[in-house]
């Protein structure tokens, strides 16, 4: 029973991530590579990498293109930062210390072993079925923008300097994405940690 009631208030809380409704209309819905924030690089340059033209093929998926694209950023950053971070700092524990794992590089493996790995994976898994399903159902429905979870909390006030915001977390997140396959790399082929050389 007290299991049951838990269950029912953990998805009673689920609604509180629920993306923000935005209605638009069905023309909008239908974007193209032009209307997207992200068409110039950090110079201003105009800047549409698209070689398999993938914005025309499949024109009616660039707003899922888009949110995949802005939610590996995000993870590449988190990433990136995890990365750096676990060369100098640890979580408590035996199973965590710099002795059972000397290299950042080793603890996927390391992990897998001893089952912290597992749980990583079952709580990512529930995320995506109870956030991210939905989300990208009102992403194709036109109710959300790509990227958008509704959360507001340090959103700048200024129309333009939000915008500016969104350009610098795209382009830091490609960015990211690139740094993260380099960190790897250098860290399986020199067997250091950070600055990785």
Known sequence: MKSAVA??????????????????????????????????DFRGAEFKFDPLKLSETYSPFLPFFREAEIRHGRTAMLAVMGFIATDFVRL????????????????????????PMYQLLLWIG?????????????LGEGEREPGDFGWY????????????????????????MCAVG????????????????
């Open 182 to 197: 380099g960190i790897a790399t250098q860290s399986i082929i020199t067997g250091h940690g950070f600055p990785y050389i």
């Open 126 to 138: 529930l995320f995506d079925l109870l956030i991210t399903a939905p989300a990208i159902q009102a």
């Open 153 to 176: 909390a340090f959103k700048p006030t200024d129309e333009a300097t939000f915008e500016k915001k969104k350009m610098s977390e795209l382009l830091n997140g490609r960015l990211a």
């Open 7 to 40: 269950l029912l208030l953990s998805l009673a809380t689920v609604s509180a991530f629920a993306p923000a409704s935005v209605s638009r209309p069905a023309s909008q819905i239908q974007a193209t590579m032009d209307d997207m924030e992200g068409s110039y």
């Open 92 to 115: 408590p524990g035996e199973m965590y210390s710099f002795e059972a794992i000397p290299k950042t590089i080793d603890a996927h493996d390391a992990l897998l072993k001893t089952g």
